[in-house]
């Protein structure tokens, strides 16, 4: 029973280091949006974006506007000038479907997935 508690609180101990890590790395993610894209006034559509970018699946914009609690207009301008910036990127889902996704961000997610799948638990960039 003792080893197993002493491996659970390890299993513990690693998560929570992988979580901060993965979180530092998003905010550093969103700092070097923020300076590609300018000046960003708080509280409106691009400001709540950048914030939420970091958690969020790519979307559409309706998805990206609920995520907010913004309205379709607002937030497709928002979109159009993160697009702009290359923070987000349009690609085609299907036909018609057109989603938005933060490479930046699916590229950190990949790096967590591969040091957590890796023996040595490395990160690829370090």
């Known amino acids: 029973m003792k080893l197993w508690f002493g ?5 513990c101990k690693r998560a929570v280091d992988d979580a901060s890590r993965f979180e530092e790395r998003g905010r550093g993610i969103e700092a070097s949006w923020r300076e590609r894209l300018g000046r960003v006034r ?4 691009a400001d709540l974006l ?3 970018l970091h958690g969020a699946a790519p979307g559409a914009v309706n998805s990206a506007a ?3 609690f913004r309205n379709f207009i607002q937030t497709n301008e928002a979109t159009l000038r993160l697009v702009g910036a290359g923070i987000l990127k349009q690609v085609t889902l299907g036909r018609r479907n057109l989603v938005l996704e933060a490479p930046d961000i ?4 990949t790096d967590l997935e591969c040091h957590l799948a890796s023996p040595r638990r490395r990160y690829p960039y370090e």
């Open 7 to 11: 491996r659970f609180a390890t299993a």
């Open 42 to 45: 708080g509280r409106l559509a």
């Open 50 to 52: 950048l914030r939420a």
């Open 66 to 68: 609920e995520m907010i």
């Open 106 to 109: 699916i590229a950190a997610f």
